[in-house]
């Protein structure tokens, strides 16, 4: 799974040999830098660029263009090297700054194809020469770092801050350049040069003076800075003042995705008018992973364009701000009478803002609600809703499918935008619906016996739609129910003898249950080592199996509860997952043994609440769990269907 970071985070790198790939909007030149353990550079053999591309352990692309691709050897690079960093620089020519073309995208990625770590570069603006990542070496072992510092004055500046001194900064970055002109395709010339270099040469006379540069295109702003204008990150306010300059962000497509299907005809629609979404429109081998991706990338179109909105709303707040703290700071509006009116041109400026800002936020998320109503009914049982009609004639599959949806997303700025909130299978963590009180806002409305009953309900329907969604063999579930707490939540899995045993009650249910999966793993787990899995012995089930424990922590003593994280930390890798439905606060008898247990699991929630923290945008999403409508009887007919296709499939 692709690590995404944000600018100063970083991620362990395991392999020596890896691809730094770089997706850019537009054609950008690509260079690799190398320097000490202080970030200084030295000597001559700094810089990969077209005109020299291969250092000790890199090798960096040839021309202009909007991908690239680096070729690092790790065990290759000089033993003084401990920064090895990636530089992206705009042409002369093309667009003059970061802020006007769409985020680029850099990558760690193994050479077989799959990304270890990304980094989209999002906050840039005035930039025309930014250190995207570097590679850094830490305590022996080699790790990336998400870096995105930009350079206004261009590459020259940047090697100037890198330590060179300025005749040989400019020198150096004229050179690359002036090679990049007779490899690429862009009109680079020569008069242009200074542009992106930097002023760093005396100055020139009037007579010497290049050509003035063109006017800029019209701005393709990068998703997650609405301003062209806003503050950089070093915080320089502009002394113009900032226009929105953000659009409907563009998904990103990786090259380790799988081929695009085949063309499909567009759809029908009027002149001038947005093209009508499609069910399955992104890549994939199956419309199931098609699907899939589509759902993902609704997700991060949702997260960009709400960022942007709030990071639009937060400036014109501090421009706000910064205008009435002058206003008032200066006596002579004090005195004459025109601080009214000069606080009422701030909060005008301000409110103009902040209404271009939400027409674009309802523009896009026009556009998502409409992909939303075009996707959602398309979905594959696995993916759907218990009201979607797909239920009324689904089977049990051959297959295991793709993913499992949990519930539903949405953010406060679109309540009614639901975006599917899908995991992989088998599961890589375990679950943990929290029937505690203290859990959200709206837990403690609830009385608490009907917020466990919620709780139960919802695990049943998870284990009901994990049941019905594989093959007939292929899935087992177990509950503990030590207190006999949940038998009516329970009541349509016994009845429709699903289950692989009955619900454990009291203590020695606990301990048959617990020794029961944990011998499981420890054999699976010795027979996997011996690289013999078809010698398990013939009384082991071979089919995932899912465990759900309710009310914990009554009935646990101290070996139950070792046996319980045993299986919480050991059982997903051979197939055992577990479902936890548990107040946190009851289990605090056991003091911090049961941390690591709680921090393992995947915490949701039986009521609306916005306990997903989002560390790439620092969204809290709302979590929902989607559960049958009222009188529905979805549940007990997936239950019926999968009795059936488990009586047909026995010898």
Same mark, same amino acid.
């Given at each position: ?5 944000v ?12 691809e730094i790939r770089v ?10 830098s ?12 700094i810089l ?15 021309e ?18 401990h920064?090895?960093g ?7 020519g093309g667009?003059?700054?970061?802020g006007?073309?769409?985020a ?15 980094y989209t570069l999002t906050?840039l603006d ?19 770092r998400?870096v995105g510092?930009?350079?206004a ?8 801050d ?10 150096l ?5 002036r ?17 992106l ?9 009037p ?22 204008g ?5 915080g320089?306010t502009?002394a ?12 990103r ?5 799988p081929p ?13 008018q ?18 899939y ?14 960022a942007a ?20 700071s200066?006596? *002579?509006?004090?005195?004459?009478g ?5 606080r009422?041109?701030?909060r ?8 271009q800002?939400?027409?674009v ?20 049982a ?13 089977r049990?599959?051959e297959?295991?499918?793709l ?9 406060p700025?679109r ?9 992989r299978?088998?599961?890589e963590r ?7 009180r ?14 466990r ?5 919802m695990?049943v329907?998870?284990?009901?739609r ?5 093959p ?13 707490a949940g038998?009516?939540?329970l009541a ?6 699903v289950l ?10 606990v301990t048959?249950?617990?020794? *029961? ?9 010795m027979?996997? *080592?011996?690289g ?11 089919a995932?199996?899912l465990l ?12 139950a509860v ?12 051979v197939?055992?997952h ?8 009851e289990a ?10 709680? *921090?393992s699991l ?8 916005n306990?997903l923290?989002?560390p ?13 409508p ?7 007919q ?8 488990r009586?047909?499939t026995r010898?």
């Amino acid at each position: 799974m692709t690590a995404e970071l944000v600018r100063g985070q970083n991620h362990p790198v395991s392999q020596s040999r890896v691809e730094i790939r770089v997706s850019a909007g537009t054609p950008v030149l690509a260079l690799a830098s190398l320097a000490d353990e202080q970030g200084r550079f030295s000597g001559d053999g700094i810089l990969a660029h077209p005109g020299a591309r291969s250092l000790p352990g890199v090798r960096s692309p040839g021309e202009l263009a909007e991908r690239h691709t680096f070729a690092v050897d790790l065990d290759e690079v000089a033993a003084d090297v401990h920064r090895l960093g990636v530089l992206l620089v705009l042409p002369p020519g093309g667009p003059v700054r970061f802020g006007a073309v769409p985020a680029s995208y850099v990558a760690v990625a193994d050479p077989d194809g799959a990304e270890l770590a990304g980094y989209t570069l999002t906050g840039l603006d005035a930039e025309t020469a930014v250190v995207a990542l570097e590679l850094y070496r830490r305590q022996g072992a080699w790790k990336v770092r998400a870096v995105g510092q930009g350079y206004a004055e261009g590459l020259g500046a940047l090697l100037t801050d890198g330590g060179l001194a300025a005749p040989q900064a400019a020198e150096l970055a004229a050179a690359a350049l002036r090679t990049a002109a007779r490899t690429g395709e862009s009109d680079i010339t020569l008069a242009a040069m200074p542009t992106l270099v930097g002023d760093l040469r005396a100055p020139q006379t009037p007579a010497q003076a290049p050509a003035p540069a063109p006017e800029p295109p019209d701005p393709v702003p990068a998703p997650g800075h609405p301003y062209a204008g806003a503050p950089g990150p070093g915080g320089d306010t502009p002394a113009s003042p900032p226009t929105i300059s953000y659009a409907h962000p563009r998904r990103r497509r990786t090259s380790t995705e799988p081929p695009e299907p085949a063309p499909r005809a567009a759809a029908a629609q009027e002149p001038g008018q947005a093209p009508r979404p499609v069910a399955g429109d992104a890549s994939g081998w199956s419309m199931e992973e098609r699907l899939y991706n589509q759902v993902w990338g609704m997700f991060e179109d949702l997260a960009r364009t709400v960022a942007a909105y709030r990071s639009a709303v937060e400036f014109a707040d501090s421009r706000m701000d910064r205008e009435l703290d002058e206003a008032l700071s200066d006596p *002579r509006h004090r005195l004459g009478g025109s601080g009214n009116a000069a606080r009422d041109t701030a909060r005008a400026r301000r409110e103009e803002l902040v209404a271009q800002a939400q027409a674009v936020l309802d523009r896009d998320l026009a556009l998502l609600i409409a992909e939303s109503e075009v996707v959602e009914p398309a979905l594959p049982a696995a993916y759907a809703r218990w009201d979607n009609p797909v239920w009324h004639g689904h089977r049990t599959p051959e297959e295991s499918p793709l993913a499992l949806r949990l519930g539903d997303l949405h953010l406060p700025e679109r309540p009614d935008l639901r975006i599917p909130m899908l995991t992989r299978v088998p599961l890589e963590r375990g679950l943990w619906i929290d029937n505690g009180r203290t859990g959200s806002e709206a837990a403690m409305t609830m009385d608490t016996d009907r917020l466990r009953r919620a709780a139960m309900d919802m695990a049943v329907t998870l284990a009901v739609r994990l049941l019905a969604v594989h093959p007939a063999d292929r899935f087992s579930v177990h509950v503990i129910d030590a207190a006999g707490a949940g038998s009516a939540s329970l009541a349509p899995l016994v009845r429709a003898g699903v289950l692989a045993a009955p619900p454990a009650a009291g203590a020695a249910g606990v301990t048959q249950t617990l020794a *029961r999966l944990t011998r499981r793993v420890d054999l699976v787990q010795m027979a996997l *080592r011996a690289g013999a899995p078809e010698d398990l012995p013939p009384d082991v089930d071979t089919a995932d199996q899912l465990l759900i424990v309710h009310d914990f922590p009554h009935g646990f003593d101290d070996r139950a509860v070792t046996q319980l994280r045993y299986l919480a930390d050991e059982g997903a890798a051979v197939g055992v997952h577990l479902l936890m439905v548990a107040d946190r606060d009851e289990a605090s008898a056991y003091g911090p043994l049961l941390d690591p247990l709680w *921090r393992s699991l995947m915490r949701l929630s039986p009521v609306p609440d916005n306990h997903l923290a989002d560390p790439w945008v620092h969204h809290a999403w709302t979590f929902e769990p989607n559960l049958p409508p009222q009188g529905s009887r979805v549940l007990d007919q997936a239950l019926d269907r999968v009795a059936e296709a488990r009586r047909t499939t026995r010898p």
